[in-house]
């Protein structure tokens, strides 16, 4: 139901904006967001954005990370600019019933992930 796209290997200080395709039906009933898994280390909340483009997002990205939403395409998106080497990751697209969550557990459905891979 959730398709993430738009991950790759960039140097640090290059931008990436990530893709999250989903159903309308899905889009339109839950509230969407971004985690990431870096290497060694457990999935961590990124950003999440209700109907209303309400957002939260986490302090260590806050500033350059960017979540925004396309209605009309059922896309959520996350525009990462001045990458460094610690954003290396997996980032998953997830959905969720409860607003602005930042835990793991409230989110219901996860996308296959797509990695980035920052490069100093």
């Known amino acids: 139901q959730l398709k993430e796209s738009g991950g790759g290997l960039v140097q640090a200080g290059a931008s990436l904006n990530l893709s999250c395709t989903s159903s309308?039906?899905?889009?339109?009933?839950?509230?969407l967001g971004w985690f990431r898994q870096r290497p060694g280390k457990e999935r961590e909340f990124v950003a999440t954005?209700?109907?209303?483009?309400?957002?939260a997002v986490a302090g260590s990205v806050r500033g350059r990370f960017t979540i925004s939403r396309d209605n009309t395409k059922n896309t959520l998106y996350l525009q990462m600019n001045n990458l460094e080497p610690e954003d290396t990751a997996v980032y998953y697209c997830?959905?969720?019933?409860?607003?602005?969550?930042?835990?793991?557990?409230?989110?219901?459905?996860w996308g296959q992930g797509t990695q980035v891979t920052v490069s100093s």
């Open positions: 997830a959905a969720s019933t409860t607003f602005l969550a930042r835990e793991e557990h409230t989110y219901e459905y």
């Open positions: 954005m209700t109907w209303s483009s309400g957002t």
């Open positions: 309308e039906d899905t889009f339109n009933r839950y509230i």
